[in-house]
């Protein structure tokens, strides 16, 4: 019934204490769990079901008076003389009734008799008395409650609540302690009241000479971003101060469109300061070329022994990539003695390159290469494109040797013009053969072999093929050129020649000069 107490019929108190300790797997179950009656589905009066959690041991609280039916008759018993929520103990033994849920004196309304504890034998007892313990001054009974004959079994444990919420702030506390230790050792510098070092203190900016940062400090003030403006078009690119008294260096292609007079060069300096130059020479043939500013006591860039750069050296490339001024990359030396062919038909230039992976972009060409002394290695040139697609770096990017840069920006300074080594010999392009070959006949504008030439007094004939430079194999056209105008007219070089009979010969080769265009 739902009604509330006092309104119909007495209040009774609340159903005894649960069990403040779990059951053993081997205690007999109170009130149910072997009863013979609940064979046929039906569980006996007051069973709570299994799987009911804590409480499913617990009986249910009877709404009747102890010895009394709802009706207020005589309460009935099933037919072997037991009460229907009473449970039977298998054992030949009288089966104990469910407790009663008469309510002690103080609990009594209306002045009626309490029930005797002998009436009631477990209920409103001490409640830190274990279930099998009788109340103080009465015999010990016994009951379902207590534990088999024999043997007791220790009830197992359950960590309580208590344990738990100690364990979790045992381990917040150990993880501010871990990282209090942590944050000290992160920043020493903080005060003893652990807060972090004010954002205005002095940091130092400065860097050991020889790293990326230090090599780049020294660079930007001698790197230079060059616009060419009017003319026929426009382009953009980098160079390098190469002497205190105005003369830069850069590339040919980058002021190519202002070598007619129809434009200017403009020249933007670290400082922002800007400056109008003007071309003293070029060469498409190194795709080098040498401007002056009317300024003085530049800080000029010195140039390293290319032949002394081995494949793995740091480098670092620094100029204005599609215009972004003061632009610092970093890399290695990734080959040497790389043939890059540059330019069109009408503008190529051969160079012996040296490969880095350092990010070169569009607008690097004419900036320097330099190595971790802070001296140039090279000029950037060139960067290969996958597929013949315009794109951006792909770590392949090319530079002209120091050695190279040096002897024509000299020559272009001293006369205003630059000149490359020949052996004096024309080559045919659609050899396939090993080596390279001579044309076997003069052509409408060339002869196979210039007469006089330095190809001629060596003894080369057209036809003739040739397999290495100084030792080092040459397989195409391009291989032959680039690894001849690495050196200056004038040097030797020792040329491997087969000729059509088969026989190999060395042969030394005079290099003559030729001036280049620009």
Same mark, same amino acid.
């Given at each position: 019934?739902?009604?509330?107490?006092?309104?119909?019929?007495?209040?009774?108190?609340?159903?005894?204490?649960?069990?403040?300790?779990?059951?053993?797997?081997?205690?007999?179950?109170?009130?149910?769990?072997?009863?013979?009656?609940?064979?046929?589905?039906?569980?006996?009066?007051?069973?709570?079901?299994?799987?009911?959690?804590?409480?499913?041991?617990?009986?249910?609280?009877?709404?009747?008076?102890?010895?009394?039916?709802?009706?207020?008759?005589?309460?009935?018993?099933?037919?072997?003389?037991?009460?229907?929520?009473?449970?039977?103990?298998?054992?030949?033994?009288?089966?104990?009734?469910?407790?009663?849920?008469?309510?002690?004196?103080?609990?009594?309304?209306?002045?009626?008799?309490?029930?005797?504890?002998?009436?009631?034998?477990?209920?409103?007892?001490?409640?830190?008395?274990?279930?099998? /313990?009788?109340?103080?001054?009465?015999?010990?009974?016994?009951?379902?409650?207590?534990?088999?004959?024999?043997?007791?079994?220790?009830?197992?444990?359950?960590?309580?609540?208590?344990?738990?919420?100690?364990?979790?702030?045992?381990?917040?506390?150990?993880?501010?302690?871990?990282?209090?230790?942590?944050?000290?050792?992160?920043?020493?510098?903080?005060?003893?009241?652990?807060?972090?070092?004010?954002?205005?203190? $002095?940091?130092?900016?400065?860097?050991? @000479?020889?790293?990326?940062?230090?090599?780049?400090?020294?660079?930007?003030?001698?790197?230079?971003?060059?616009?060419?403006?009017?003319?026929?078009?426009?382009?953009?690119?980098?160079?390098?101060?190469?002497?205190?008294?105005?003369?830069?260096?850069?590339?040919?292609?980058?002021?190519?469109?202002?070598?007619?007079?129809?434009?200017?060069?403009?020249?933007?300096?670290?400082?922002?300061? /800007?400056?109008?130059?003007?071309?003293?020479?070029?060469?498409?043939?190194?795709?080098?070329?040498?401007?002056?500013?009317?300024?003085?006591?530049?800080?000029?860039?010195?140039?390293?022994?290319?032949?002394?750069?081995?494949?793995?050296?740091?480098?670092?490339?620094?100029?204005?990539?599609?215009?972004?001024?003061?632009?610092?990359?970093?890399?290695?030396?990734?080959?040497?003695?790389?043939?890059?062919?540059?330019?069109?038909?009408?503008?190529?230039?051969?160079?012996?390159?040296? $490969?880095?992976?350092?990010?070169?972009?569009?607008?690097?060409?004419?900036?320097?290469?330099?190595?971790?002394?802070?001296?140039?290695?090279?000029?950037?040139?060139?960067?290969?494109?996958?597929?013949? /697609?315009?794109?951006?770096?792909?770590?392949?990017?090319?530079?002209?040797?120091?050695?190279?840069?040096?002897?024509?920006?000299?020559?272009?300074?001293?006369?205003?013009?630059?000149?490359?080594?020949?052996?004096?010999?024309?080559?045919?392009?659609?050899?396939?053969?090993?080596?390279? /070959?001579?044309?076997?006949?003069?052509? @409408?504008?060339?002869?196979?072999?210039?007469?006089?030439?330095?190809?001629?007094?060596?003894?080369?004939?057209?036809?003739?093929?040739?397999?290495?430079?100084?030792?080092?194999?040459?397989?195409?056209?391009?291989?032959?050129?680039?690894?001849?105008?690495?050196?200056?007219?004038?040097?030797?070089?020792?040329?491997?020649?087969?000729?059509?009979?088969?026989?190999?010969?060395?042969?030394?080769?005079?290099?003559?000069?030729?001036?280049?265009?620009?």
């Amino acid at each position: 019934m739902n009604e509330r107490p006092g309104e119909h019929e007495p209040a009774y108190p609340p159903a005894p204490a649960p069990r403040t300790e779990p059951y053993s797997l081997d205690e007999p179950r109170p009130y149910g769990g072997d009863d013979p009656r609940a064979e046929d589905g039906h569980r006996p009066w007051g069973e709570r079901p299994t799987g009911a959690g804590e409480d499913a041991w617990r009986p249910a609280a009877r709404p009747e008076a102890a010895g009394a039916s709802q009706d207020g008759g005589p309460a009935t018993t099933t037919g072997d003389g037991e009460m229907p929520w009473s449970s039977p103990r298998g054992d030949g033994a009288p089966s104990s009734s469910y407790p009663s849920s008469t309510p002690p004196p103080e609990y009594v309304s209306g002045g009626g008799r309490a029930a005797s504890p002998a009436d009631v034998p477990y209920a409103w007892r001490d409640p830190a008395a274990r279930p099998w /313990q009788p109340p103080a001054g009465e015999a010990h009974q016994h009951s379902v409650l207590a534990p088999p004959a024999g043997r007791r079994r220790r009830p197992g444990r359950k960590v309580g609540l208590g344990v738990v919420v100690l364990l979790v702030l045992v381990a917040l506390l150990g993880g501010l302690v871990l990282g209090a230790l942590g944050a000290r050792a992160l920043w020493p510098a903080a005060s003893s009241s652990g807060t972090l070092p004010a954002g205005g203190s $002095q940091v130092s900016t400065t860097r050991p @000479p020889d790293s990326v940062a230090g090599i780049a400090a020294a660079a930007l003030e001698s790197t230079v971003f060059i616009e060419v403006v009017g003319g026929n078009s426009a382009s953009s690119g980098s160079g390098m101060v190469l002497r205190e008294d105005g003369y830069l260096v850069t590339n040919n292609h980058v002021i190519a469109a202002a070598a007619d007079g129809q434009g200017r060069v403009l020249v933007t300096f670290a400082d922002g300061g /800007q400056e109008e130059a003007e071309i003293v020479g070029r060469t498409t043939d190194y795709d080098l070329a040498v401007l002056r500013v009317a300024r003085d006591g530049l800080t000029p860039l010195p140039l390293a022994d290319s032949d002394a750069v081995v494949v793995g050296d740091p480098v670092v490339a620094v100029g204005a990539p599609l215009g972004l001024e003061g632009t610092v990359t970093s890399g290695i030396i990734s080959a040497l003695n790389r043939p890059v062919q540059a330019g069109n038909s009408e503008d190529t230039s051969f160079i012996n390159a040296i $490969q880095t992976d350092a990010a070169i972009n569009p607008g690097n060409s004419g900036g320097p290469l330099i190595n971790a002394a802070g001296e140039v290695i090279g000029i950037n040139t060139a960067i290969a494109q996958a597929s013949g /697609q315009p794109t951006g770096s792909i770590g392949l990017g090319f530079s002209i040797p120091s050695n190279q840069v040096r002897r024509t920006a000299e020559e272009i300074i001293e006369t205003g013009r630059a000149t490359y080594p020949v052996i004096g010999v024309a080559l045919d392009t659609r050899y396939q053969g090993e080596g390279v /070959q001579v044309l076997e006949a003069d052509s @409408p504008d060339t002869p196979a072999v210039t007469p006089d030439g330095p190809g001629a007094e060596a003894g080369i004939e057209p036809g003739d093929i040739i397999t290495h430079v100084d030792g080092q194999p040459v397989t195409t056209p391009s291989e032959l050129i680039v690894a001849v105008r690495a050196r200056a007219p004038g040097d030797t070089v020792v040329l491997t020649v087969r000729s059509g009979g088969g026989g190999e010969r060395e042969v030394e080769v005079v290099l003559d000069e030729a001036v280049s265009d620009g």
